[in-house]
């Protein structure tokens, strides 16, 4: 059924033809009459069959494209006079469709096309890292196809509405999609936060937020909240839950609703809410913020259940200790991870992959972003410190000193480059890679105290002059047993695989040259580079369309003299693009505490990297990109911006 919305911004009733036409090789039309009355909208309802439909899913993106056609057939009387009847187009819309089914149910788990799939999935921020807020489709693209060539198969949009042209994306490279509205409902989290809007205006801003997104095959479950203070019942929230989904189902009956429940960390009435604190603070190893203190008892599902039963598929943020006490008290219910720490991925992979009514799990973050700085971060404290004792209770965001910027808590930096919690992840999903990565011997024999959000401070270096002789601590990512060598000796091997969290480590007196692991046949090597020499450009497109909107990346490279990439290089950058009318709309490193301006051409490598962003103007012309450094021979690149490429 295709549904065509008519508006009639005339003075009199009118009756109009909607056709609707198929386009490709199924090519065929359907219309009917619709009658719209002066100052209103309807709806036609067309009927509409495609024979032998070729289905969309994430492996086989097949869309359509349909075009909608309204003539207007004159003003409508009892007695209809065809000779006042014109033809006249009014107006047409097109729009690209995909044809798929999903269901979802506890003992086939989630089912695209009848087919069980379990979603690998990701949070993403909207921001696109050195270009700020700005969506744009080239960028939107670039960022889906690293995380889809990562393994991913999805994608959470937290907490908000995602542009069009992600969808977009999202539609042509086969990721599947949490299409989330609210952050928030009537109860503030921060100032200025949609509660103040949320009471008048939700209807009509879902209804448009629907009505806007439900042609995107890649869009499998509405999101109706995440972590809304009112999951406990506080604010009419079992009403409100109800409610919203009702009216989502009301709009779009062919897809699942789900909303991301938490702790409950927040959303308590005063007396529970002191409680929990009074009991977060005697038993806090990690932030207060979604710290899980009902593990061995029933609290979180009682208070949550009446909220929870609306919903298609449960969202849990960060409970999955839940995943299986939840199988045994609610055999129906279907579950979805949709938020996890990074570094729980192995644990909380195992568990989506052994229970069948959990249908996938969505890291937080697949992509780095700007804003709660510093909540995967990691810090080296003496063992018998305090500081050591307390863990990561003392490492929430709010602890982020200035210049602390990005989040840290990611699989890719902001600018593209894979991290190695990324390397990791992939080999959880079952990749044959290899991770090598190594710990600066300034902090062998520390306690080093990882967020909830982070990762081991671990680096694809052997770069440590100074220290020779030292213990470094050496880190291998693997699905199998692994061989280390140092400058050919071999030093051993050691255990790694799911049984040992796919991490071998080593730890190895320091010398220069080349140290190598190799596990099932395969190897990888980091080899001690020279001083920096010269800086290389690796632009991603040299071609683009003068649209205003095109972009090309380019990789800044900090080489040595043989043309190695100096991994702990922090260099002094200036770039500049000489072009009629293309600009630099981005220039920056990954370097999550920084106090570099994206926008004003000059940054500090950050491991020997950084990233240059081109964006096309209107014009043909052709731009010129040129980065220098003091000390270092500079380097430039061509980038040309003609139609049609």
């Not at 003539?71 to 006079?81: A, I, Q």
């Not at 977009?168 to 989330?180: K, P, Q, S, T």
């Not at 994206?598 to 096309?616: L, Q, W």
């Amino acid at each position: 059924m295709v549904e065509v919305t008519v508006k009639n911004t005339l003075g009199k009733d009118h009756q109009v033809k909607v056709s609707v036409e198929l386009a490709g090789p199924d090519r065929s039309c359907r219309e009917t009459a619709l009658f719209v009355k002066a100052g209103q909208t309807a709806t036609a309802r067309v009927p509409f069959t495609v024979k032998n439909p070729l289905l969309w899913d994430a492996e086989h993106t097949n869309l359509y494209h349909i075009k909608a056609t309204v003539k207007d057939m004159g003003v409508f009387s009892v007695y209809l006079d065809s000779s006042k009847a014109d033809g006249t187009i009014s107006d047409t819309a097109e729009t690209v469709f995909g044809i798929r089914t999903v269901t979802a149910d506890a003992v086939h788990g989630l089912q695209v096309n009848g087919k069980t799939v379990k979603l690998k999935g990701g949070c993403i921020h909207h921001d696109n890292g050195l270009l700020g807020a700005v969506s744009l489709y080239d960028s939107e693209y670039r960022k889906l196809k690293l995380l889809k060539e990562s393994g991913y198969n999805a994608v959470r949009l937290a907490h908000n509405p995602p542009s069009a042209v992600l969808l977009d994306a999202c539609d042509r490279l086969g990721l599947y999609v949490i299409d989330e509205a609210f952050d928030a409902w009537g109860f503030a989290k921060q100032p200025g936060d949609y509660n103040q809007f949320f009471a008048d205006h939700w209807q009509d801003d879902m209804k448009a937020f629907v009505f806007r997104d439900r042609n995107h095959p890649s869009v499998l479950l509405w999101s109706t909240g995440n972590e809304v203070e009112e999951r406990g019942g506080m604010g009419d929230g079992y009403a409100l839950a109800m409610e919203l989904a009702a009216y989502v189902r009301s709009l779009d009956s062919t897809r699942l609703i789900t909303n991301g429940l938490c702790s409950m960390w927040s959303g308590l009435d005063d007396k529970s809410s002191n409680e929990m604190f009074r009991k977060m603070m005697q038993a806090a190893q990690g932030n207060v913020q979604n710290l899980d203190l009902s593990k061995g008892s029933n609290d979180w599902e009682d208070r949550t259940e009446a909220f929870a039963n609306c919903l298609d598929v449960v969202g849990y943020n960060y409970l999955d200790a839940h995943y299986e006490y939840a199988g045994e008290r609610y055999p129906e219910r279907v579950i979805l991870g949709t938020e996890s720490y990074p570094n729980q991925i192995d644990k909380v992979w195992d568990l989506t992959e052994k229970l069948p009514y959990v249908i996938g799990d969505c890291t937080w973050t697949a992509f780095d972003y700007i804003g709660e700085a510093g909540i995967g971060k990691s810090a080296f404290f003496s063992p018998e410190t305090e500081d050591a004792k307390q863990g990561a209770f003392m490492l929430s965001s709010h602890s982020s000193d200035y210049p602390w910027r990005l989040a840290n808590d990611a699989d890719f930096t902001i600018n593209g480059e894979l991290l190695p919690q990324g390397v990791y992840r992939r080999i959880v999903w079952g990749s044959p890679a290899i991770g090598l990565f190594t710990q600066h011997p300034e902090n062998f024999g520390e306690t080093e105290v990882v967020s909830n959000w982070g990762w081991n401070q671990v680096n694809a270096s052997w770069n440590y002059s100074g220290y020779e002789g030292k213990p470094v601590k050496v880190f291998v990512y693997s699905a199998e047993e692994v061989e280390l060598f140092l400058n050919g000796k071999s030093l051993g091997t050691a255990p790694a695989g799911k049984e040992n969290r796919y991490t071998a480590i080593f730890e190895v007196p320091y010398e220069t040259g080349v140290l190598r692991a190799v596990s099932g046949g395969k190897s990888i090597e980091l080899k001690t580079t020279g001083a920096p020499a010269s800086v290389r450009l690796l632009p991603e497109r040299t071609k683009l369309t003068p649209d205003g909107k095109s972009t090309s990346y380019v990789a800044v490279e900090i080489l040595d003299a043989d043309g190695n990439v100096v991994p702990d290089a922090q260099v002094n950058l200036t770039a500049e693009l000489e072009s009629a009318d293309a600009i630099l709309a981005g220039f920056g490193s990954s370097n999550p505490i920084t106090e570099d301006n994206y926008t004003s051409g000059k940054c500090v490598s950050y491991h020997g990297r950084a990233t240059a962003v081109i964006r096309a103007g209107y014009e043909k012309c052709s731009a010129v990109l040129k980065v220098t450094a003091d000390g270092l021979a500079g380097a430039q690149c061509s980038i040309s911006l003609s139609q049609n490429n």
